[in-house]
């Protein structure tokens, strides 16, 4: 399989007078996303040394719906995967503020005893105990049982993924690396670079899944930046064998008018995040829109902006 590396330069390019059939377009957007996974899914499968799948990437690369679409193209060349979130394993919410974290993006914000033991079962083939995670309450919810068999492969995905504190659980030959993150678009003439993709997505998912409002993103979005430039994107230039362009080139006409709303029922009270939100949003002054009902229901932007 060519392994490619992706830069922002690589641009995905839409424009509302140049496609007759915007349906047809995303679509088409949609199925080139998907052979991208079922050629990595082949390469998997090749490899029957491989145990575990480490998929990182940055906040909002869509990570966690391009994990379970892993699963089930794996699933067409014969194989088993497993999908596990590294979110699964964080800290109670209560935990973090008793020790005066508020970053999510740390290894340290991960309960990494029990993670370092699923792992220990997973690698034994063992029935496991995986913990369950619920963003609103900010607390474990509970356990789900996952029971493997011989030559079955786990993906587990998160930002901690390449992280040495998640490496050091396992040995080198076991596991492969895979970084996924949006490159540059550029819609109806207005080119965005990826961490503006991964802004807005992550503003309107908050808001709708996770209990947070615009200004508490826009408030963390500097530290969690500074964290992916310190640890995440150089390990992958270390780390990853396989990288994934999570960019879709229709998406801000379904994202942009989602973070409009978003920010309009939002009470900013910290004048930073309040300039930055104007600033965000006059980007795009003159975008048009489109429902979310146009996005596929399989497709990775259902990570972000949820059921039609």
Known sequence: MKNSRIYDDEIRSFSLQSCADTQA????????????????ARFLHSRRELRVL???????????????????AYEKTGGVMHSVSFDDFYLDRAQ????????YETAQALDLDTLAR???????????????????????AGYRVCRPQAGDLFVLEGIQGFYPEVRALMKRTHWSG?????????????????????????????????????????????SVRTNEEKHIFPLADMYADIHINS???????????LLRDALADTEFTEAR?????????????????????VVPPHSVLREFVGES
């Open 25 to 40: 377009f995303i679509e088409a957007e949609e199925a080139h996303f998907t052979a991208r996974l079922e050629e990595i």
């Open 54 to 72: 480490l998929l990182c990437g940055p906040s909002c690369a869509g990570k966690t719906t391009t994990s379970h679409r892993l699963v089930q």
């Open 96 to 103: 973090m503020e008793q020790r005066g974290m508020v970053n």
């Open 118 to 140: 699923c792992l220990s079962d997973m690698m034994a083939c063992r029935t496991v105990q995986l913990p369950t995670f619920d963003f609103v309450s900010g607390k474990r």
């Open 178 to 222: 895979v970084f996924i993150s949006p490159g540059a678009v550029q819609c109806c003439q207005i080119k965005t670079d990826g961490n503006t993709l991964r802004l807005i997505r992550r503003i309107v998912r908050d808001v709708r899944a996770r209990g947070f409002d615009a200004q508490k993103t826009l408030h963390v979005w500097e």
């Open 247 to 257: 960019a879709f080139a229709y998406e801000l006409l379904v994202t942009v008018p």
């Open 273 to 293: 995040c309040a300039d930055q939100a104007q600033t965000l949003l006059h980007r795009f002054d003159g975008l048009p829109q489109l429902p979310r009902s």
